[in-house]
Structures are given as C-alpha cells and as structure tokens.
C-alpha cells in the first residue's frame, strides 16, 4: 500500500512557540486526514482536506494540502500545554496512518 | 450517543493461551478496522469490514490472527497461540458511510494486551 511519512518523529518545543508537522506520500492522495492521540489515550479526528491547495483552521490549528496532493502540514501557532499528543496524518487511500510527530510543551 | 466499545479494556495472558478482542461500532457505521499500536511499528491497520465484509487483511501478521465481524454491531479479533511479541494496544475503529470521500474513524478506547 502507499507509504505516508510524517515528520518530524518528535518536537519539543516552549510553551508559546509555534510547531509544524509534515506528512508527505509519493502517490497522489484522494483526501488526508488528521488526528491527535493525547498520552494514554486514542486517536481523535482533527480534520480532512480534500481538494488540492486547500486551507483550513481550527483556531490555533492551521492544515494545509498541497497544490499535488502528496503532502500536507500541520501547523500550531502559539502552542500550549493541552496541545501535547501525537499527531497522525492519515491518506486515506488506503487508511493507513503515518508514524505520527510526538508533540511535547514545556510549561 | 455511546461511541466505539471495545473489551477488555486490559488483558494480561501467558504465552501460547488464545485472546479474543471484542469490538462494538457505533450504530449505522458500516465500516470496522483494527489497527495495532506499538512504539516500535506505530499504527498498523491489521484488518478492514465494509458492511460486515473483509476488504483487506493485508496486514493481519501471520496466520495466528484472525478477526470475524457476524453482524454489524460486533467484531473480534483473535491471537491463537499468543505471544510476547504480541503485546502491543489493540484499536477498533468505525466510520459511518461515506459521502464522495471517506469519513472519519470513531475510534475505541483500545484493549492493552500483554502476553508474558
């Protein structure tokens, strides 16, 4: 199946700094979504991006889908304590999820 | 709305005894997977129904593994014999019928499997 690879495998960042995760295929994707895994917890659904350039935001969050298809971003502005967790991009080609970013926030 | 129900929420067995997982959906959801998750390998999609059907079982790791989904609202996954490296947390993950592109997966709490 397609390989989806997400980096970086882990952040660390202060408390107020911004922090980007990327997710990159070499197929072409139908859509890709994203989701966030507290510690101890389970995937939940952030997002989806369909068409091709697309941008949404969810407050803090802003998702990008590439122009080709084959990467999209996450990008956290501002990041605080709550937002630790993994975050997992999945194509959803063929629901297989990246290795997702490990996320931690030093108060 | 009760979401994803998996159990046992953990399970501690000896090597060589049989583990069954248990999943129920969320009501109308017509798709199921089991992922598998462990440090070393992450989030690994182990199976996948569309309206009680296996659709790819690619990655179903050996024969040891099997996973039957009788109805729409129950699904198990089964290691028999079980072994250590085994142990990982078991995922179950519904999403409802698709409108020109895939939903969402709901997913369960997870059941914690260690197998000593």
């Known amino acids: 199946g397609q390989q989806v690879m997400q980096i970086p495998q882990y952040q660390h960042v202060q408390e107020g700094e911004d922090f980007t995760t990327y997710c990159n295929s070499s197929t072409t994707l139908s859509n890709i979504q994203w989701y966030k895994q507290r510690p101890g917890g389970h995937p939940v659904f952030l997002i989806q991006l369909v068409k091709s350039g697309e941008v949404k935001k969810q407050k803090r969050l802003t998702f990008q889908f590439g122009e080709a298809k084959k990467n999209s971003s996450l990008h956290i502005t501002a990041t605080q304590t709550t937002d630790v967790g993994t975050y997992f991009c999945?194509?959803?080609?063929?629901?297989?999820f990246g290795a997702g970013t490990r996320l931690t926030v030093k108060p | 709305d009760a979401g994803v129900i998996q159990s046992p929420r953990h399970e501690v067995t000896e090597m060589g005894q049989e583990v069954t997982l248990r999943c129920k959906p969320i009501s109308g959801h017509n798709s199921l997977f089991w992922y598998r998750q462990t440090m070393m390998r992450g989030l690994e999609l182990l199976i996948y129904?569309?309206?009680?059907?296996?659709?790819?079982d690619s990655g179903m790791p050996e024969d040891r593994f099997s996973a039957k989904m009788p109805n729409a609202s129950f699904s198990t996954l089964k290691i028999q014999p079980s072994e250590p490296r085994d142990s990982a947390v078991y995922f179950c993950?519904?999403?409802?019928?698709?409108?020109?592109?895939?939903?969402?997966?709901?997913f369960g709490n997870g059941t914690r499997l260690t197998v000593t």
């Open positions: 129904f569309n309206n009680n059907v296996p659709i790819d």
């Open positions: 993950a519904s999403s409802p019928p698709g409108q020109g592109s895939r939903s969402p997966l709901h």
């Open positions: 999945a194509g959803w080609n063929d629901m297989r």
